[in-house]
């Protein structure tokens, strides 16, 4: 059966992106029109010219006013944003004993910076309707440090913490916020992550389709595999001096 979703325009950050791309297609699919942004790229023109539900508007995330044009356009063109998908995103590897610093700032940049960017731009129309949905992607592992993973972890952790303040700030607004928090997907986002770390991986399609067929609900947050996310919202709340050796424990069996 056809899946149907509540929103008749979605805008996409990170569309030309693996799971951002799988979602732009599968609303579009459904009959949803999907503005569709990236920076200017053939992969960004071939997601558009696969479905003509799908509009490509290039912008960059990390350029305010150029966003805020391009959400202007949008919404000149095709209607208001009923759903604005931010899934923007960079992972770079963090190593203790050469520390990246252009990746750390790259990725706190494009993974914090590119979602309030996003927000700043779409949230004042959201507001005036009082009506808007605003799906930010996190990922479970903001929720604990966790070894190698410095700059993607300190990024994803401060989407969390400012996703809890947009839905807090927002209640009573008519603009709902969910967050979403994926594990790992096979994406080339996570290509230089070593292979013996990655967790129960899932496919692209599958998780494009696990948010979907939770999303039009509107929960405030959508977290899967359960297994990772039961183990890292459990590694959280634990004190420290229990959490620490679990993690490091866990982390040491992962490498054989
Ligand atoms: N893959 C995973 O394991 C995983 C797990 C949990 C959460 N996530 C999150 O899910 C989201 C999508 O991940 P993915 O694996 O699908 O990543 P991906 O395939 O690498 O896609 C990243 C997207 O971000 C866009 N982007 C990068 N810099 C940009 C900029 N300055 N302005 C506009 N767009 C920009 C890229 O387009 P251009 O470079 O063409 O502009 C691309 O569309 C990310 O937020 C990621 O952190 C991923």
Known sequence: MAEKFPWKLAWITGASGAICGEVARRLASAGVTVAATARPSEKLAALASADERIKAFPADVLKPDELKDTVGRIEGELGPIELAFLGAGMYAPFDIRAIDLEGFRRS????????????????????????????????????????????????????????????????????????????????PLNASYDPKKKLYVMSKERCARKILERLGRKPYEIAFPPQVELFLKLARSLPRAVSFPLIRWFTKSMQG
Not at 142 to 155: F, R
């Open 108 to 187: 706190m940049a494009l993974n914090v910076d590119g979602v309030i960017n996003a927000v700043a731009s779409v949230l004042p129309s959201m507001l005036a309707r009082n009506s808007g949905h605003i799906a930010i992607m996190g990922s479970l592992f903001g929720y604990a440090g966790w070894p190698g993973n410095g700059s993607y972890g300190a990024s994803k952790a401060a989407v969390i913490n400012l996703a809890e303040s947009l839905k807090l700030e927002l209640e009573g607004t008519g603009v709902a916020v969910t967050l979403i928090n994926p594990g790992f997907v096979d994406t």
